[in-house]
């Protein structure tokens, strides 16, 4: 089989250049229609094809697909199918693939042909494909091929792409399912002027803006093996050393990890209850109900990582029942002891709020002092009492119209109170951005030397242009961002914005069609993001954004590491599986084995799902054509 085409493209399929061809053992069958391989003349045949498709742009498209039972070609570029299909001997083909092709007993049932591996359509060449080309509304071209068959009415296939020039195979593509997830902005805050913690004090009369967000940490618990019964002191350490005494737990996510030796029913009902412990020991610590969210399963994960740096190295090309077969022999699980008990633990996530001095004060003393603190110009306890009332209104324990039954006077005086509610109705109702683009623009000529305002009315700005809002002026917009630095706003908050602002400007030149500005906003995010601290999140919206643009090379790199922690996101941690699991240079290596487990860990469900038909859901089941995905699929999902 010659080689494909070295760039191919697709319709929220993108062509897939890596083939699980078995050689044929016997002369090829008689459904190829008279299709052969170039072979050595494949330079000479092929030629047209390969240097229409060398010459694509990475935004163009095509794919196959199923519509009222006919098998249909579609391409996004009326000109790119005019070139690839110009010369009358330059065909389709569509091979039709099962997923029973692909049991897991026994190896992949594949044709015995050089040209195809399920079932072959009748071929279509240019004269026929220029008749039938028909475009829609949005200028992207269709081609009926002709009915689906009737014998797989009822099977799930997948419809593969073949290029033909004069009756010979030039490019075969098999199509994967990247889902289309709309990337989102690096996240910048709002900035609101507060106070130092831990709570308002007489003696603070300063104002100190910062970007207030709600508090996150992550820790991990080590566990004892065959121990589960947490008592208060044994979480005291923790509590001190986080000052819990200084903020109240909101939320709280607890990732549970057994040991793998073992029966799993028992693993995963000791975690449960060490979880369980865990959270009734922080509750009584805290004095309130906290609402978990608790996961408990085995540690294959750090298990395949580590035991490869054992004796044991050759129990990592087991699969699980064998394994747990292993462990049945003592001196096994004695020497692999040290190694296990690192692997016990619980991965714990706590949202918290800063307390404040007026926690245990009801509405209306809330409201009387409020007043009171106005009335004497007492700025300080006034950001001190909005503070506890956001607070509260955030957990629900006042309602949100409180925040307009408590007046200020628009004054520069107080103009920073009024930037506070505007920050925090924002974050209450994002939706309600044209609201507060308004107010900071009135901040703004009330205010017009606070760089902090002008930051806020930045943030929003550059929401409401992501949003395709043609009040906002990109030019101003990237002046007024570049002078926040000598205004004295972080620096690293600033090259957030103006990574923001490229990210924006990308997807404005691309509908535009101007690829070469494109790919100038494209480097500069690239150049840029590492010098920032990302969190998960951010790394998952710049993976997206550069997946988006087909840098995804880049889209993976940002992932790599992160996706291999335990405990990793589910959302940025399968994005990665859909960017790499159609590459066995990637699906070969050591250590992905891991990363699969770690989705699998994480939703096995949706895992599973990753395998079904690319026309239902699924990236591909031509993905079980792969030794390694398979062994994976089959002991997790079969």
Not at 92 to 120: M, R, W
Not at 125 to 152: I, M, N, S
Not at 164 to 188: E, I
Not at 264 to 271: A, P, V, W, Y
Request: proline fraction near 5%; charge should be neutral.
């Amino acid at each position: 089989m010659m080689k494909v085409a070295a760039r191919s493209i697709s319709i929220a399929l993108i062509t897939c250049p890596f083939l699980f061809f078995s050689p044929p053992t016997e002369a090829q069958n008689d459904q190829n229609f008279g299709l052969k391989d170039p072979g050595v003349l494949e330079e000479v045949v092929c030629a047209p094809i390969i240097k229409v498709l060398q010459q694509f742009p990475v935004e163009e498209q095509y794919s196959l697909q199923v519509e009222d039972g006919k098998v249909v070609f579609m391409m996004t570029d009326v000109k790119a199918f005019d070139a690839l299909f110009a010369e009358d001997s330059t065909g389709l083909a569509v091979d039709i693939v099962t997923k029973e092709q692909f049991a897991c007993q026994g190896e992949p049932n594949f044709a015995n042909s050089y040209v195809h591996k399920g079932t072959l359509m009748k071929p279509l060449y240019g004269k026929e494909l220029r008749a039938k080309k028909t475009q829609d509304a949005k200028g992207v071209v269709r081609v009926e091929l002709g009915p689906l068959p009737a014998a797989f009415s009822d099977k799930e296939l997948e419809l593969n792409l073949l290029l033909l020039q004069k009756r010979s195979l030039c490019h075969y593509s098999l199509f994967y399912r990247l889902p289309y997830l709309k990337w989102d902005l690096l996240s910048m805050g709002l900035y609101r002027d507060t106070l130092p913690p831990p709570a308002y004090v007489k003696e603070a009369t300063g104002k100190k803006w910062e970007v207030v967000s709600t508090k996150q940490l992550t820790f991990v618990v080590p566990f004892q093996k065959d121990r589960y019964d947490y008592r208060p002191e044994d979480i005291k350490p923790l509590y001190d050393s986080l000052r819990l005494s200084d903020y109240v737990i909101r939320k709280m996510d607890v990732q549970a990890y057994s040991s793998v030796e073992g029966p799993t029913d028992r693993n995963i009902m000791l975690q449960n209850k060490r979880a369980e412990s865990m959270v009734k020991a922080l509750e009584q610590l805290q004095h309130h109900d906290i609402q978990p969210t608790v996961k408990a399963m085995e540690n294959w994960v750090e298990f395949f990582r580590d035991v490869e740096k054992t004796p044991y190295a050759s129990m990592a090309k087991l699969s699980k029942p064998e394994i747990k077969e292993k462990f049945k022999d003592d001196k096994v699980e004695q020497d692999l002891e040290p190694m296990l008990a690192k692997h016990r633990k619980a991965i714990i996530r706590l949202e918290m709020d800063r307390k404040t001095h007026y926690e245990d004060m009801n509405a209306a003393s809330l409201k009387e002092a409020f007043k009171a603190a106005i009335k004497r110009h007492d700025r300080a306890e006034a950001i001190a009492l909005q503070a506890a009332i956001y607070s509260k209104i955030s957990n629900q324990e006042l309602p949100e119209n409180f925040i307009e039954s408590v007046e200020m006077p628009m004054t520069a005086e107080y103009g920073s109170l009024h930037a506070n509610r505007a920050a925090f109705r924002f974050e209450m109702h994002p939706e309600e951005l044209d609201t507060a683009l308004a107010t900071f623009e009135r901040l703004q000529m009330l205010l017009p030397e606070d760089a902090h305002v002008s930051y806020n009315l930045s943030v929003l700005q550059l929401m409401a242009w992501l949003k395709d809002d043609n009040r906002v002026d990109p030019n101003k917009l990237s002046t007024q961002i570049t002078r926040l630095s000598a205004r004295g706003i972080d620096k690293t908050l600033v090259k957030r914005l103006l990574i923001n602002f490229h990210m924006i400007e990308t997807d404005y030149l691309m509908r535009k069609k101007d690829y070469t500005a494109k790919n100038t906003s494209i480097h500069f995010v690239q150049d840029n993001y590492r010098f920032l601290d990302l969190s998960h999140s951010d790394r998952f919206n710049l993976s997206k954004y550069f997946s988006n643009y087909a840098q995804f090379d880049l889209a993976v790199r940002i992932l790599h590491e992160y996706v291999q922690q335990i405990g990793a996101h589910e959302e940025p941690l399968f994005f990665y599986l859909n960017l790499t699991i159609i590459n066995p240079e990637r699906t070969h290596h050591k250590i992905y084995r891991s990363i699969l487990l770690n989705a699998i860990n994480t939703d096995r469900d949706r895992f599973c799902d990753m395998f079904r038909s690319n026309l239902n859901g699924g990236i591909t089941f031509q993905l079980l054509g792969d030794d390694k995905l398979r062994q994976t699929y089959c002991e997790n999902c079969h």
